[in-house]
């Protein structure tokens, strides 16, 4: 451990609450998709912050917009009309079926909006006392109560009881069982098309729209957390588009500013009609300066063909994953995901690996012990990728 490491270290451990566990390293420097530590070292970033930096470090465009926004105007809160706002919200829009557009700080808060807007929807629009959201088991929502509660893994609330009522959980992929759980009382189902923090799981086209149609008949809301595999990650602009799906609300933060706080909802004109002037607010969603920045970045997704890239760039690293699987039976057990957003789980316990590619300067995540997550900014080279690939195998070799 190098003094400069040592020393962030031992700061935090007195300074900071002790909620993450985190990787033993501190950045100091990115470009593009790579990073610098605080020594000097370079890595290759397969991570992009957790499907944050889309767009990867320092992007040229981006950080001329957050210099020019930041010496005009920075907030001025939702009191007010602004222009930014409604320049991001144009642009969002353009790239789905949606047509409004609310504008807050996270993922969980996006999360929060849109199960807002669909008990209110129901008791408003719909003229149902329904309340009650279902979401499927693996998934993941967000942090605060309420999508705690909708996240129902007990690991994560252990300690912070009593979570909000109106939540209830099925098992991903069993169409009857959510058949069964649709009530008089429900309101919406919520759902990832692909489980990120649940290891990468894609749900199947059939079951997706098994469930669309489901809520259709029984007159529900059909609502998307694309928190994670939205901003072209999956090869779509949004992975509902992959199936075909048309879901009433969709959530939204991540890549949305590229690394600066922001989430969203996308909801379509029937559904949004849920919220009428002062029954959801935030002070600083949408604001100005942010809003400039997530502005630019749906711009330039747009402009270069990010979903594209994403898909072929996709497809190559997956048949590159799938040939080593082959080469290694009974290491790897399943490649996952689409587009850019990777999962590559292993027999056993993948720690050693994971430590051994982060000690080679290939930053990536390790989830659920022996799944190897790849979430890189869409800009990463296919030469980063290769590599990553010849390194993993030598990591196969020495593990
Ligand atoms: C990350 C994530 C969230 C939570 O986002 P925060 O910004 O951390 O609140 C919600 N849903 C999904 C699918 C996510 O990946």
Redesign the pocket.
């Known amino acids: 451990m190098s003094q400069a490491f040592a020393d962030v270290k031992e700061r935090e451990e007195i300074l900071l609450c002790r909620t993450y566990g985190r990787y033993p390293l501190a950045f100091a420097r990115g470009k593009g998709a790579r990073l610098w530590d605080v020594d000097g070292r370079e890595y290759v970033d397969l991570l992009a912050g957790?499907?944050v930096t889309v767009l990867g470090h320092s992007h040229e465009e981006l950080c001329a917009v957050v210099a020019r926004q930041a010496g005009r105007l920075w907030h001025v809160s939702n009191l007010f009309y602004q222009r930014n706002q409604l320049e991001l919200a144009e642009k969002l829009l353009s790239t789905s079926h949606h047509s409004r557009a609310f504008f807050c700080n996270?993922?969980?808060?996006a999360?929060e909006a849109a199960i807002k807007l669909a008990r209110r929807h129901m008791r408003h629009v719909k003229k149902r006392d329904a309340a009650e959201i279902i979401t499927l088991t693996g998934c993941?929502?967000?942090?605060t109560l309420g999508?705690l509660a909708a996240t129902a893994r007990d690991n994560l609330s252990e300690g912070f009881a009593p979570l909000p009522e109106g939540f209830v959980q099925v098992a991903a992929g069993d169409l009857e069982a959510l058949g069964s759980a649709v009530t008089p009382s429900t309101a919406a189902v919520l759902l990832?098309v692909v489980q990120?923090?649940g290891g990468v799981v894609p749900l199947s086209a059939e079951y997706l729209r098994g469930v669309e149609a489901l809520c259709r008949e029984k007159d529900i809301l059909f609502m998307c957390?694309e928190?994670?595999t939205g901003m072209c990650r999956t090869g779509r602009f949004w992975a509902f588009q992959l199936h075909g799906l048309r879901p009433d609300v969709i959530?939204v933060?991540?890549g949305l500013a590229n690394g600066l706080p922001m989430?969203a909802i996308l909801a379509t004109e029937e559904a949004a009609g849920g919220f009428e002037p002062g029954s959801h607010a935030t002070t600083f969603g949408g604001g100005e300066l942010i809003s400039a920045v997530a502005a630019k970045t749906v711009e330039i997704l747009l402009r270069d063909k990010m979903a594209e890239r994403a898909a072929a760039l996709g497809t190559h690293l997956r048949s590159r994953l799938e040939d080593l699987a082959s080469r290694y039976p009974g290491k790897i057990s399943e490649v996952r995901g689409p587009g850019l957003m990777t999962g590559i789980e292993f027999a056993s316990d993948a720690r050693k690996i994971w430590e051994y590619l982060l000690d080679r300067g290939y930053v990536c995540n390790l989830s659920h012990e022996k799944i190897l997550r790849l979430l890189p900014p869409l800009v990463v080279g296919q030469a980063d990728l290769d590599a990553f690939v010849a390194e993993l195998e030598r990591a196969l070799q020495v593990q």
């Open positions: 957790i499907a996270s993922g969980a808060e999360n993941f929502h967000g942090r999508t990832e990120g923090e957390d928190v994670q959530s933060a991540k989430g």
